[in-house]
C-alpha cells in the first residue's frame, strides 16, 4: 500500500520560513500529480497548492509570492516551500495524491 510521509513542520515566528517535505513509497506523483492542504482547528480542510501529474502548478491566493511548491520525481518527493509565514497560516499540511494522504504536519507561527 502506498503511503505518504510529511516532515520538516514546527514553531517558527512570523516572517520565518520552513520547507515541508513529502516522501512516497512509490512513483504515485507521477500518476496523480500531488497537493498540499492544511486544516486549522475549527476550519474545513484547504487546498494550498498543488502540481498536477503534467506538471502544471496551481497556488492559493492566500499563499501565492510566499509558497513554492515542487517535486522531484526521481526522490518521489514533494515539497512545499514556504515563506514570510503569518500566523494565519498556523495549520496542520497534509500532503495528498490520488487516494492517498498523509498523517499531517503542525506547523505553528507565533512569535
Known amino acids: 500500500q502506498v503511503q505518504l510521509v510529511e516532515s520538516g513542520g514546527g514553531l517558527v515566528q512570523p516572517g520565518g520560513s520552513l520547507r515541508l517535505s513529502c516522501v512516497a513509497t512509490s512513483s504515485i506523483f507521477s500518476i496523480y500529480g500531488v497537493d498540499w492542504y492544511r486544516q486549522s482547528p475549527g476550519k474545513q480542510r484547504e487546498l494550498v497548492a498543488e502540481i498536477t501529474s503534467d506538471g502544471h502548478i496551481n497556488l492559493a491566493d492566500s499563499v501565492k509570492g510566499r509558497f513554492t511548491i515542487s517535486r522531484d520525481t526521481a526522490k518521489w518527493t514533494s515539497y512545499l516551500q514556504m515563506n514570510s509565514l503569518k500566523p494565519e497560516d498556523t495549520a496542520v499540511y497534509f500532503c495528498?495524491?490520488?487516494?492517498?494522504w498523509g498523517q499531517g504536519t503542525q506547523v505553528t507561527v507565533s512569535s
Open positions: 495528498h495524491s490520488g487516494p492517498r
